[in-house]
């Protein structure tokens, strides 16, 4: 079984709903991370967490809120969905050692808001 | 803030061809560095990295060293496969374990 898993895998959705991407992960890791993936942009840091009561907003958090449920458990959420968060979102985990930093991720959901 | 720049793709290659694709960085101090590959459909896995100047990374016939004088990471292989195909990412460790990464560069390997 992977060790990280993101649901769904594929999403299409309509101007103004609500949508929950989820983030599973059975590494043990404190830290967990949500990215987006935008062609000729790389992966830009969208919200991390470095346990369950440590939430942070990465470069692009407009738009977009998260919830870490257990320590295993990391979820984001588009309030309103807009076209331009169409994108290719990972999750991904580190433990906490520092310097390490090698980052383990998901296969992506694919969203897109029409 | 600290930053990642690549060699913009794609970058197509024949078969046993040598790789190079450029990386430097832009960073406060001396960030661990990294390499990561994207294969079609699925997710970022690392392929290699360096914690410390003149330090080499190396796996699966890519090597990358750390120079500090250029702030620079080039990511080599000398032979390269048609299974190499992919999407090439640089990127630097800031606190926290956080990831910054360059823009991606693509690799078609024909056979």
């Known amino acids: 079984d992977a060790d990280v898993t993101q649901t769904p895998r594929n999403r299409i959705t309509k101007t103004g709903k609500r949508i929950m991407l989820e983030c599973s992960q059975t590494?043990?890791?404190?830290?967990m991370y949500w990215y987006r993936q935008d062609p000729g942009l790389g992966l830009r840091l969208i919200y991390y967490?470095?346990?369950?009561?440590?939430?942070n907003k990465g470069e692009i958090s407009d738009g977009y809120s998260v919830s870490r449920q257990a320590q295993a458990k990391f979820s984001l959420s588009l309030e309103s969905a807009i076209p331009n968060q169409t994108a290719l979102y990972f999750c991904a985990t580190s433990d906490s050692s520092p310097g390490l930093g090698t980052q383990y991720f998901g296969p992506g959901t694919r969203l897109t808001v029409l | 803030g600290n930053s990642v720049t690549q060699m913009e793709g794609p970058v197509t290659l024949s078969e046993e061809a040598f790789l190079t694709i450029n990386c430097t960085y832009t960073?406060?101090?001396?960030?661990?560095l990294f390499w990561y590959v994207q294969y079609p459909g699925e997710g970022l896995q690392l392929l290699l990295k360096a914690t410390k100047a003149d330090d080499k990374g190396s796996n699966k016939g890519f090597e990358a060293t750390y120079r500090k004088e250029t702030t620079s990471f080039h990511l080599e292989k000398g032979s390269v496969q048609v299974s190499d195909s992919a999407v090439y990412f640089c990127?630097?460790?800031?606190?926290?374990?956080?990831?910054?990464f360059g823009a991606g560069t693509i690799l078609r390997v024909k056979s």
């Open positions: 990127a630097l460790e800031e606190y926290g374990n956080k990831l910054v």
């Open positions: 960073a406060t101090g001396y960030p661990s």
């Open positions: 590494k043990g890791h404190d830290r």
């Open positions: 967490s470095f346990d369950v009561k440590d939430i």
